[in-house]
């Protein structure tokens, strides 16, 4: 793994999915953690089920990393992790991947004694956030407070506060999808009624309109054509979604109050659209309320990129700070 002295060296990342596990080696040129982002290498697969597979795959993405970087590019120093799942920060150990069948696996610890190379886990929103953060908001971000609002198939929000994420005293900082508003209504995977993830996330979508994959784009045209048979449906699911997003983004505000809300995970894929009428909802309640209005929190709203894998770019980041050794 020799590159040349001269060059900044390469950080690799790896985002761990329920459908695939992603990987990118970049080279960052300002060991501050700011400026441009050089994306070295891409590799990807399937995910396949349980923990051996996941450190198998997981080490054979980096080979191919490290086999695809350029000639001029720096030595690998470091490697980030994201995953879903209870990650041990202090370990890298990792519990409870439901969607890969996994209890638990040393993850850190099994990539860091192959490739004798530093190594961090992050919990897979968190890298998200740490990713998301440095492509929107550049160099900005070492002095604000950025939420990352991930709509995936659960809804969860990663926190960087001053360049740093914010874990809380037990890691359960973001974990806003499971704050309950309608205690009588649908029943969440965590065991709670009525949550927020259960109304406003990707996963709910794919629940309440079941005729397109992704529906949410096939919602906003559907509940735009007064023609289409599905129309008044339509309307009442893209409201029901968009009013638990436009409700999650009122618990940040209140809560969090940060400077930028990036918009990220399956369902940002949705674009403008999505973007356009989660900012009506808000503005619609700012009407009623001088005190939400005086938020303006439809312009601290962004997208995250999708030409780019936030996630496995965070992860990367993540490790940057990482001494030799770790």
């Known amino acids: ?32 953690g700011f400026g441009d982002v050089h994306v070295l290498a ?32 720096g030595d690998v120093c470091a490697i980030g992790i994201g995953t879903p799942g209870t990650v041990d920060g202090s370990t890298g150990d ?12 040393p993850l850190a610890s099994a990539v860091r ?46 926190i960087i506060r001053n360049g740093g994420l914010d874990h809380g005293s037990s890691n359960t900082v973001g974990e806003i999808g499971h704050i309950p508003v309608e205690p009588h209504h649908w029943l969440c995977a965590c065991g709670q009624r009525g949550c927020l993830e259960t109304a406003g996330s990707g996963g709910a979508a794919k629940r309440l309109w ?44 209140l809560t969090v109050d940060p400077d930028v809300i990036i918009i990220g995970g399956g369902m940002a894929r949705t674009g403008a659209p999505l973007l356009d009428a989660i900012r009506t909802e808000l503005r619609r309640r700012g009407q009623n309320s001088g005190f939400i209005h005086a938020l303006n929190l439809p312009a601290r709203l962004r997208l995250a ?17 990482l001494p030799t050794g770790a």
Do not use: C, W
């Open 1 to 32: 793994m020799t590159g040349s002295p001269n060059t900044p060296p390469s950080l690799i990342g790896i985002d761990v999915g329920g459908t695939k596990i992603a990987g990118i080696a970049i080279a960052v040129p300002d060991p501050s």
């Open 42 to 73: 891409q590799s990807n697969r399937p995910a396949r089920r349980g923990a051996d597979a996941l450190v198998a795959d997981t080490i054979v993405i980096i080979d191919e990393l490290i086999a695809q970087l350029p000639s001029n590019a």
């Open 94 to 105: 990792v519990r409870d991947i439901a969607n890969l069948s996994i209890d638990y696996v």
């Open 113 to 158: 004694e192959h490739f004798q190379l530093p190594t961090v886990v992050e919990n897979d929103v968190n890298a998200a956030a740490v990713g998301a953060a440095r492509l929107v908001e550049a160099g900005a971000a070492d002095r604000q407070t950025i939420a990352f609002l991930n709509l995936g198939t659960g809804l969860a929000a990663g």
């Open 210 to 253: 079941p005729y397109a994959d992704p529906p949410m784009p096939n919602i906003l045209a559907v509940a735009a054509n007064n023609a289409h048979p599905r129309h008044r449906q339509a309307i009442e699911t893209r409201d029901t979604i968009i009013t638990a997003v436009a409700d999650t983004i009122d618990v940040l505000a």
């Open 305 to 321: 990129p999708t030409e780019l894998p936030v996630g496995a770019i965070g992860a990367a980041l993540t490790a940057q700070s």
